[in-house]
């Protein structure tokens, strides 16, 4: 889910109807921005119990965002989503599939994200086709994640463009081609997608689909770093190590294992436990930090990895 700043603007993009209720509902989720969500509660309450869809919904932004009240949350999507508030039916469906606010039931997660795909809802549609690719409460089924991917890609999605992107380039549900897994990819990245932008560098790096370039790819592989993402800081670092496309510096390569293994990256955990063991990368042996890096691989082995 969104964090509460960005959810309560696209609340604000999406309010239809009168005037007079978007200036209500811009007002109440103002004031939950600025801290005080009981006043925002008082506003939009009246309204919400008179069936208004709007309010329902922001209601519930307000309720899991600010006081994270799950199951006053899910009511009121709940209500909203049976008045048929596409991005209500969306969250509603997020509810049941993490058990917030409701218990987990995958059935009617995917029954919500269908309805709300339905709408041409981008989000739902990436959730939907993530759920049926996964066989997430019906059997897998990579035909309809593509095909749902590529809606909710039109639909001008940044993570469904991506996972495109893969699909297209792995000939997952699709048939492979690298064109248009750059031209996705590339989709994403120009709205900021971490997962786009390594991609794009990646591809640029191989030469998949596109003339090979690794001083580009070392750009987009360095924006998606920089928002956080461990396989780019990975792969930054085998081009450092490796002197690919840049000149080889293993004080680079060892910044960018450090910040993967930070990361929970395992293969860059194993790479800097090596080098401080045996004097690699232009490394001292150094007990202690080949210690501390031979004490995090266990951990990084068991933690959960990001996903696109």
Do not use: C
């Not at 008179?50 to 519930?60: I, N, T, V």
């Not at 045996?278 to 004490?295: M, N, T």
């Amino acid at each position: 889910m969104k964090p509460l700043a960005i959810a309560l603007i696209t609340a604000l993009l999406l309010a239809p109807g009168a005037w007079a209720e978007e200036k209500r509902i811009k007002e109440a989720l103002d004031l939950a921005r600025s801290g005080q969500a009981d006043k925002a509660i008082d506003l939009l309450e009246p309204w919400a119990a008179k069936g208004d869809g709007e309010a329902q919904f922001s209601l519930g932004l307000v309720y899991e965002f600010a006081y994270r009240r799950y199951p006053d949350a899910a009511l009121w999507y709940r209500r909203a989503a049976i008045n048929g508030h596409a991005s209500a039916e969306n969250n509603l469906g997020a509810m049941f599939f993490e058990g917030r606010g409701v218990p987990r039931n995958f059935e009617e997660a995917l029954r919500w994200y269908r309805v709300s795909a339905e709408r041409e809802h981008a989000p739902a549609q990436y959730n939907l086709g993530m759920m049926l690719g996964r066989g997430q409460g019906a059997k897998a089924d990579t035909r309809q994640m593509a095909q749902w991917l590529e809606r909710s890609a039109k639909n001008g999605y940044d993570r469904a463009q991506a996972q495109l992107g893969r699909l297209y380039l792995d000939g997952v549900g699709i048939e492979r081609n690298p064109k248009q897994a750059w031209h996705w990819f590339r989709e994403s990245a120009s709205q900021g997608n971490m997962w786009g932008q390594f991609y794009v560098g990646l591809q640029l790096r191989r030469g998949e689909g596109i003339a090979r370039n690794f001083e580009e790819s070392i750009e987009w592989l360095s924006r998606s770093a920089a928002q956080g993402l461990a396989l780019a800081h990975y792969e930054l670092a085998i081009v450092y190590e490796m002197g690919l496309g840049a000149q080889a510096d293993e004080a680079l390569a060892v910044k960018h294992f450090s910040e993967a293994g930070e990361r929970n990256h395992v293969e860059s955990v194993r790479k800097l436990t090596a080098a401080y063991t045996q004097g690699s990368l232009g490394q001292k042996p150094d007990p202690s930090l080949a210690r501390y890096w031979g004490g995090k691989l266990n951990s990084a082995m068991r933690a959960k990895q990001p996903e696109l």
